[in-house]
């Protein structure tokens, strides 16, 4: 578990391929490191903070089997209703808790978009 106030994980994180839990809090992560999608061993991910580049977006999400809770951070980042879907949120069916965030900065028209792309599976509590 990592705790403190840093700003970024190790760009090569995403080489830890047995890495089974990653968890966050407390930290002030700008974005999380390049292709954590690549982990998918992981189970435990409680904070996904998206970036603005490619391997940085929501759609690292898709093929972890994540278990427990996870809170997605700067949603105001996600452009296309089709970028959310790409997390594959319905899909998860070990996930009980979600949590979203915004950064409202009265410029991004298209939040109702993404949160229905967000759809969550029926077991989230």
């Known amino acids: 578990m990592a705790t403190g106030n840093f700003c970024c994980l190790p760009k090569q994180t995403s080489k830890l391929g047995s890495l089974r839990n990653l968890l966050l809090d407390g930290c002030s992560l700008r974005s999380m490191p390049p292709r954590v999608g690549l982990l998918t061993c992981l189970k435990s991910l409680n904070c996904f903070v998206i970036g603005k580049r490619k391997g940085y977006q ?40 979600l949590r979203l965030s915004w950064d409202f900065d009265g410029t991004h028209r298209y939040e109702s978009e993404v949160l229905e792309a967000l759809k969550s599976h029926p077991n989230l509590k």
């Open 58 to 97: 929501l759609g690292e999400l898709k093929n972890l089997n994540l278990y427990g809770s996870i809170s997605i951070i700067k949603l105001e980042r996600v452009k296309k209703e089709r970028d959310a879907k790409e997390a594959n949120l319905s899909a998860k069916a070990n996930l009980h808790s």
